[in-house]
């Protein structure tokens, strides 16, 4: 099949000029994630392509947590096709629309289920990667308390007052919940210390918060505090954590969990039934509505949901929860169960990514070379013939590859976009979650081999 794109359509090039000025440093943080075939950390908006649908439904998603309710939803596609990209966009949509997010991949030592400190070390990390509007690159612990104490106190009296009543009975609510009241006791300890400007017990009580207590015996010594976060706890934990982001004045909380495919890959069946069971009672807990102002958004490859053997369908009980619409398949998606499959990407959402990058590319005051659309339309035309359609449903490697060229455009000046664009090499992913493709080999001016200068359409 050959698509035309002839010429760019302007509707397709409009749609890439986007309108947010970008400053310099977002634009080389960007770029320098993309040289590196990772998801840039900030400035996604300026980048981001298709999949308008699932963002919509996500941000329905948003609103329920923001309202007090609760969702979760699997976010499956292949290796390469945009899962984490798709989760940091809607982390950043929830921290723009107000609430805390929170981030995690897990690992073979980071699960949501353990035995030996697996769950509290993803505990661990996620309060860690606490992130605010303020604080979005995460480390908001300690001033969502702050905010939440002065909600409670009022700014004068938050230095000042000895009362700690104030403080507990607004923690009221936190010891409704299953392990609130030790949490509710590390945030009084923490005022305390704050108040009294003892450094040592306020850092402390947040090692507590931050479940870095490993036994019971240190914590006892430094807070006087019985119980700690461990493995067992983990999930309730993280709902009176929802409900104390409340408290301090945020809509909510949202927890992104991403390479869910290190469940599957657990070869110890007990240990990844374990984890599966504590899936099936987080997705019980939200879809009966039990759960409140939480959100869950994780994701992982088809293998991890499908596998019958070893994913999450294996384990029965999970997989009549997440059965999806039979009905449902490439073309008529269904986004109203927890499972959204993420569509691939199209040659024209990758002609509208390529714009993006010349975008932040330029924008940076980086480029004095912009090549014009048609050297879009050829570059692509050149990694389809070199790796087929994976130029555009693995595209982590065309735009490693793109990045690469318009770097060596702005080194290089007085070379074309023609005399460069043979020799830049592209490769498919390779699957394991790195970068494979040196952007472009060895430059040298002399050997360029012009392309086709037509370049009006490319191959699907
Ligand atoms: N919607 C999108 N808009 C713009 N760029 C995207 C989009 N989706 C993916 N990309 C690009 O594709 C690259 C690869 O995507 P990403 O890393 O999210 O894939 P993945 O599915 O998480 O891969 P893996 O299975 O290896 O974890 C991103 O760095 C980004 O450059
Ligand atoms: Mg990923």
Redesign the pocket.
């Known amino acids: 099949m050959e698509l035309r794109v002839k010429p760019p359509r302007n509707e397709v090039m409009e749609a890439t000029v986007k309108t947010y000025p970008i400053t310099a440093r977002e634009s080389q943080s960007i770029l320098q994630a993309?040289r590196t075939?990772?998801?840039p950390k900030v400035g996604l908006r300026h980048?981001?392509?298709?999949?308008s649908r699932e963002i919509v439904e996500m941000v329905k998603d948003i609103d329920r947590v923001a309202g007090g309710g609760a969702s979760l939803r699997f976010i499956i596609?292949e290796?390469?096709?945009?899962?984490?990209?798709?989760l940091s966009l809607v982390r950043q949509i929830a921290i723009d629309h107000g609430l805390v997010v929170t981030s995690a991949d897990l690992t073979p030592s980071r699960r949501v289920h353990g035995t030996n400190g697996e769950a509290r070390s993803l505990m661990q990390e996620l309060t860690k990667n606490l992130a605010t509007r303020l604080k979005p690159e995460g480390g908001a612990l300690a001033s969502i308390i702050e905010r939440f104490l002065a909600a409670a106190l009022g700014e004068e009296r938050l230095a000042t007052s000895s009362d700690d009543q104030a403080i507990q009975k607004r923690l009221g609510p936190l010891e409704e919940l299953v392990s609130g009241f030790d949490f509710a006791a590390a945030v009084v300890r923490y005022a305390r210390a704050y108040r009294n400007g003892d450094e040592g017990c306020k850092s402390a009580a947040l090692r507590w918060l931050r479940a870095e207590y490993v036994n019971g015996a240190d914590a006892r010594s430094a807070l006087s505090m019985r119980n700690i976060i461990d493995d067992s706890v983990v999930y309730d934990h993280l709902k009176v954590l929802a409900r104390f982001v409340k408290l301090a004045g945020y809509d909510g909380l949202l927890v992104v969990l991403d390479?869910m495919v290190n469940l599957h890959k657990l070869i110890n069946s007990q240990a990844r039934n374990a984890n599966y069971e504590q899936l099936l009672h987080i997705v019980n807990d939200v879809l009966q509505g039990a759960a409140a102002d939480i959100g869950f958004v994780m994701?992982g490859?088809p293998e991890f949901l499908e596998d019958a053997r070893r994913g999450l369908y294996s384990y029965p009980a999970l997989a009549s929860r997440l059965a999806e619409n039979r009905f449902a398949h490439q073309q008529i998606v269904d986004l109203s169960g927890p499972v959204i499959r993420l569509q691939n990407?199209a040659p024209e959402d990758l002609l509208a990514?390529l714009g993006n990058i010349r975008h932040v590319f330029t924008s940076g005051g980086l480029a004095r070379h912009a090549v014009p659309d048609e050297a879009l339309i050829a570059f692509l035309e050149h990694c389809s013939r070199k790796i087929g359609d994976a130029y555009f449903r693995t595209?982590?490697n065309t735009?490693t590859a793109f990045v690469g060229m318009l770097s060596l455009l702005e080194q290089n000046p007085g070379t074309g976009w023609r005399d460069v664009i043979g020799m830049v090499d592209v490769v498919p992913d390779k699957?394991d979650?790195r970068a494979t493709s040196e952007a472009v080999q060895q430059y040298d001016p002399g050997s360029a081999n012009s392309p086709d200068d037509e370049l009006a359409s490319f191959r699907l």
């Open positions: 993309l075939g990772v998801v980048l981001h392509v298709g999949r596609g290796y390469g096709s945009g899962k984490t990209f798709f390479e994701g490859t990407l990514l595209p982590r735009v699957s979650g």
